[in-house]
């Protein structure tokens, strides 16, 4: 008890001075993701330098190390420390990974002699890997709550993934792959609760090893992730995270499970035309959300398993959206459905639901959880914990799926957990699957004036960013 209580400690004195220098540095006008990437790329370079101490040899190329850049000022440290990353984000191993794309964000030599003092002055390799690894963690979700990061969009509330992870109940054998990975939370997850599973020597190296794999499109975080990874001792020779649009090609393997929330709105500007470029999608479609839902479709082996996070529109959309819907009725047992609410992810306005399904047998049923009407939660006055997904868990009933009693009755219509047959489903309107049945009056919500003008201006940006969009396309009619 008083180790944890030590490391909670440690963690949170480390992880304060690592957010109270990112003030200072943000100051002179380095936003808070680019500290965060130039301390990932600096404390790699700080754990190698401690390996070569206990006479293992370095990873990194000779005259780029650690102590190069320690018995440097000024401008020769800064010429030194681009020309390091310039170097090693060439590396075709782990370490080219982890410094994907990487360049310099701390033009002043004094404050980048800060950092490297910051991190210098710990002992990083010899602290146990749970710590530094939730220092990290913290780190990174502390950069999540910052509006003017825009980091929000990566995270997903791990008390939503631990759920997640829970009810999906991933085997230390299995694989388990992210498709958007973001800084790696789900993929952590599930291997935290693998490893706890056997102490078998070779299925812990064929998890920490094999087991998992991730993708995602943006530079910085695939440096995040490979980073948050490689501190959990994951993937410690080779990342298992890759710097690449899923959506681009067919799986190359499939996998046993899937856990995910793929990015919402449209692909960026300048992306490919996905539906051009794959011919094994069931359906052709611009919908950003429908391709990740397809191409994970695509990704399982028979009777492998998916819990993964959409926006609404995915359960009601016509066109592209009904025909996925049928084809994941036939083909795959949807079974369950999770209604979330707002005001639990860092992005603005987002109302999603998590699909969970497995691949091979034709849906029988859809069993849905309300855990969104008269429900709320606000990132600053109550976040999403653990505990308030308890009910969930326990009615998903993982241990034996086909034994689960509905708390929904004649006698109490205010129950959250409801199950809808096949046919029911399948005749509705667009066969959606956008149901809600339980009175918004029985279970009114009282918001504060504050989260009322919270509430206003998200809806407020939600319906900008739309216009915008839709004028992007008018033009491109036009043109």
Not at 171 to 181: K, N
Request: proline residues 3%; negative net charge.
């Amino acid at each position: 008890m008083a180790k944890k209580q030590n490391n909670n400690s440690s963690e949170q004195s480390l992880t304060k001075k690592v957010w109270n220098l990112a003030d200072v540095i943000a100051a002179a006008g380095v936003g808070f993701t680019d500290y965060i990437t130039q301390l990932t790329y600096l404390l790699f370079l700080k754990m190698d330098d401690e390996k070569v101490e206990l006479g293992f040899p370095s990873a990194i190329p000779a005259g780029f190390g650690w102590k190069d850049l320690t018995n440097l000022d000024g401008l020769d440290l800064l010429r030194q420390y681009e020309e390091t990353l310039k170097t090693l984000s060439r590396q075709d191993n782990l370490i080219g990974t982890i410094f994907t794309r990487a360049n310099n964000k701390i033009e002043q030599p004094v404050l980048l002699k800060r950092v490297i003092a910051l991190i210098d002055a710990e002992n990083w390799l010899s602290m146990d890997g749970d710590l530094k690894g939730s220092i990290y963690e913290s780190i990174l979700e502390k950069n999540g709550q910052d509006k003017k990061s825009g980091a929000g969009q990566y995270f997903t509330p791990r008390a939503l993934i631990n759920a997640m992870v829970d009810v999906t109940n991933p085997q230390i054998t299995e694989t388990v792959a992210d498709p958007a990975c973001g800084t790696g939370g789900f993929l952590l997850a599930a291997f935290e609760y693998m490893r706890r599973q056997s102490n078998d020597r070779e299925k812990l190296r064929f998890l920490k090893n094999e087991a998992l794999s991730g993708n995602d499109i943006t530079p910085l975080v695939v440096t995040l992730a490979s980073m948050n990874l490689y501190l959990h001792e994951i993937g410690t020779s080779k990342s298992p995270i890759h710097c690449e649009d899923s959506l681009e090609k067919s799986p190359e393997k499939l996998v046993d499970v899937i856990l995910a929330n793929p990015p919402f709105g449209t692909r960026p500007a300048g992306s490919t035309d996905i539906s051009a470029m794959r011919s094994d999608l069931y359906v052709s479609t611009s919908n950003n959300q429908l391709n990740f839902l397809q191409h994970i479709m695509l990704m399982l082996k028979n009777g492998g398993r998916a819990a993964v996070v959409l926006p609404d529109n995915v359960l009601f959309e016509g066109g592209a959206g009904e025909t996925l819907r049928k084809k994941l009725l036939d083909d795959f047992d949807l079974h369950t459905i999770l209604r979330l609410p707002t005001g639990i992810f860092y992005a603005n306005g987002v109302k999603a639901n998590v699909l969970f399904f497995t691949k091979g047998n034709k849906t029988k049923e859809i069993w849905y959880y309300d855990y969104r009407t008269g429900i709320k939660h606000t990132l600053a006055t109550n976040p999403i914990q653990r505990h308030h997904l308890d009910d969930f868990v326990k009615c998903y009933n993982s241990e034996n799926r086909h034994n689960r009693q509905e708390t929904y009755s004649e006698e109490n219509p205010s129950g959250r957990w409801r199950k809808y047959s096949y046919n029911e489903i399948i005749s509705r309107d667009k066969t959606s699957l956008d149901i809600s049945w339980i009175k918004s009056g029985e279970d009114m919500v009282n918001y504060s004036l504050a989260e009322l003008m919270t509430m206003m201006e998200e809806k407020s940006n939600n319906i900008s960013s739309a216009v915008n969009a839709l004028k992007t396309i008018i033009g491109g009619i036009e043109e």
